[in-house]
């Protein structure tokens, strides 16, 4: 009854979009969508009345406060979660299609390397092509389950990984060539983030030198000018 009546109070549209970043949110996600809307609404509500109710000239500040509120209720369950998730994936991504383009050198077909490599690597990336193959045995076809998974998956990298794949089965190519250059890919896209967080290195040793070692310093070089002072 009370799920019959939250139905209405949201768009379709907004419900089918919440559901969609649930989606990507993969196994950490809780709730479903509707579920997910009442508790952000609810605590928004909140939110107001606590500051409208709390604070002095509260009517100015409660809007202002539970529109930040509600955006940062986003950031937090979402963009963020789905952001990590996603970087959690790429990091994975190297090592398990590795493994998957050494299994079809072996001779099996995409389908079968598959069910091999997912049944020897553990990670999350491995749990997602998992829930494909199962998708696969009760009646759906590689293709499918494949675009199904790209909805699952936050990571650009591994959605274009598998629309290559997709697309070199059904144009016939070489699969293994295909594999090939995406795990030069995936690999020269991690020296590169390394190189990156290298660079940031001097960057968060200079707010470190500013931060502690620098007033640190002029502690010691003023210290006996300041005893004497107050001597």
Avoid: W
């Avoid at 907004?14 to 479903?32: F, M, W």
């Avoid at 406060?65 to 991504?93: G, S, V």
């Avoid at 190297?94 to 553990?122: H, M, P, Q, R, Y």
């Avoid at 500013?210 to 640190?216: E, K, N, R, S, T």
């Amino acid at each position: 009854m009370v799920r019959h009546f939250t139905e209405k109070i949201y768009f379709e549209k907004d419900i089918k979009k919440v559901q969609a970043k649930l989606l990507l949110l993969g196994e950490s996600a809780k709730y479903d969508a509707l579920t997910y809307m009442n508790i952000r609404f609810l605590t928004t509500f909140c939110v107001f009345c606590i500051i409208l109710y709390t604070i002095k000239s509260g009517y100015l500040f409660a809007p202002l406060f539970t529109i930040i509120y509600y955006y940062l209720f986003d950031y937090i369950t979402f963009t963020r979660q789905i952001k990590i998730r996603a970087n959690k994936l790429d990091r994975e991504a190297l090592t398990f299609f590795e493994i998957l383009t050494l299994t079809l050198e072996s001779g099996k077909n995409l389908e079968g390397a598959l069910e091999t490599t997912v049944f020897n690597v553990d990670s999350e990336i491995s749990s997602e092509f998992k829930r494909t193959l199962f998708e696969i045995k009760f009646g759906k076809s590689l293709m499918e389950a494949l675009e199904d998974m790209k909805k699952r998956i936050p990571s650009e990298t591994i959605n274009n990984i598998i629309l290559n794949i997709t697309q070199t089965s059904v144009f016939g190519n070489s699969i293994i060539e295909t594999m090939y250059h995406q795990i030069d890919f995936l690999r020269d896209k991690q020296l590169l983030a390394i190189k990156g967080e290298m660079a940031k290195i001097p960057n968060k040793v200079s707010i470190v030198s500013v931060l502690f070692i620098v007033p640190l310093i002029l502690l010691l070089i003023l210290g006996p000018f300041i005893i004497q002072i107050l001597v």
